[in-house]
């Protein structure tokens, strides 16, 4: 259901040209803008009305006038700053990156995580591995590499996939718990923080927690001493080893943000394993952002370029689903859908499936 807005090309003449001028410096705005934020020159000119000096930026942030100066003339062509006989202030593009949460997450994501990978980006669609990956360590996917991260790293990872997560997860429980499961299996449940809102939510629940086994590890450290945590097990497991057997006997199966880690063969062979751990009657709940379901374009915009960071730093097959692509692996794996619900949390949509029954 790819949105009919993208049929059109909307733009004024003069817009789409500054568009492709503002995309060939891409990493330099990008980058010049991070740094007039983690130097706190935005936020000085959000609380000066009157806007500031070179000079001030200067002393604010610790750097020449020289260098004040190079990042306030980059930043007043680019329009997120003004400029008023002397003085610089914050345009409204400026306030939104001030503003915006989730403009801070993405930016932390993609300096700490994607911007040095992403010069590989040619040689993992052509390889189909996540070529970038090696600009942050050895490992085959960004997932078995996790636990390894830098103390910065791991900040901005989690901080990317928990923000988005975490704001649709109060909005799912009730979703889920309205069919009463007394046990759920989360398939990469991360660092538990799922599986500690349902022990919250359900007094009598039981949730397992399958994931990577360096996941599952740190999943035990966050939730050891948290109240309802003896009502979390941990399965360690890699989906994709062939050889594993998830446990079974559940009411739900819950994945969040999960299969977007896979390709689509690797999808509907983990569908078909899900569905094998239910109990006659259980449902499977995929919560995904799936990008042309957004009420909002710049949410549409943000995961198709998340897309690209699958490609080139988490595993080199996957990517956010369009809801077309969603189905089909839904429809292939035997499962039908009883329910979408939209607009959880920022993006995602919480997908209830069971088993198809056959025509008969
Ligand atoms: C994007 S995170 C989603 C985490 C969490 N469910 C949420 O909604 O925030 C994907 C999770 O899948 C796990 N994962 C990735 N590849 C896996 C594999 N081959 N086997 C098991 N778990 C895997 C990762 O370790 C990570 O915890």
Not at 30 to 42: E, K, N, Y
Not at 324 to 352: K, M, Q
């Amino acid at each position: 259901m790819i949105h009919g807005k993208y049929r059109k090309d909307h733009l004024p003449a003069r817009i789409a040209q500054e568009l492709a001028h503002v995309i060939a410096f891409g990493p330099v705005i990008f980058q010049v803008t991070r740094v007039m934020l983690s130097r706190g020159i935005f936020r000085l000119m959000r609380d000066r009305s009157d806007g500031i000096t070179p000079a001030e930026a200067a002393e604010k942030s610790g750097l020449s006038e020289y260098a004040a100066k190079i990042l306030l003339e980059s930043s007043l062509t680019l329009g997120t700053v003004l400029y008023n006989e002397g003085r610089y202030s914050l345009s409204k593009v400026g306030w939104s990156i001030l503003a915006d949460p989730m403009v801070k997450v993405n930016m932390d994501f993609n300096h700490d995580i994607n911007y040095k990978g992403m010069y590989h980006l040619e040689e993992a669609l052509c390889s189909g591995r996540p070529e970038g990956l090696a600009e942050l360590g050895p490992w085959k996917t960004i997932y078995e590499g996790l636990p390894y991260l830098t103390e910065r790293q791991k900040e901005s990872w989690f901080g990317f996939d928990h923000f988005y997560s975490d704001s649709a997860f109060d909005q799912a429980l009730p979703i889920v718990f309205a069919g009463r499961p007394s046990r759920i299996m989360d398939i990469g449940g991360n660092t538990g923080r799922w599986a500690m809102k349902c022990v919250s939510y359900d007094p009598d629940v039981r949730v397992t927690v399958a994931d990577l086994p360096g996941q599952v590890a740190m999943m035990g450290e966050q939730t050891a001493g948290c109240p309802g945590a003896e009502r979390i097990d941990a399965f360690g497991t890699d989906i994709l080893s062939g050889t594993d057997t998830l446990p079974s006997g559940y009411d739900v199966v819950w994945m969040s943000q999960f299969l977007d880690c896979f390709s689509d063969t690797q999808v509907v062979d983990i569908l078909e394993r899900a569905a094998a751990a239910l109990v006659p009657g259980g449902r499977i709940f995929i919560m995904e952002t799936v990008w042309d379901r957004q009420k909002y374009s710049a949410a549409s915009f943000d995961l198709a370029q998340t897309s690209v960071y699958f490609t080139v730093m988490a595993n080199g097959n996957s990517r956010m689903f369009n809801a077309e692509d969603l189905d089909r692996h839904i429809c292939a794996a035997g499962l039908e859908t009883v329910a979408v619900t939209d607009g959880l949390g920022y993006a995602h949509s919480l997908y209830e499936c069971r088993p198809a029954v056959p025509d008969r």
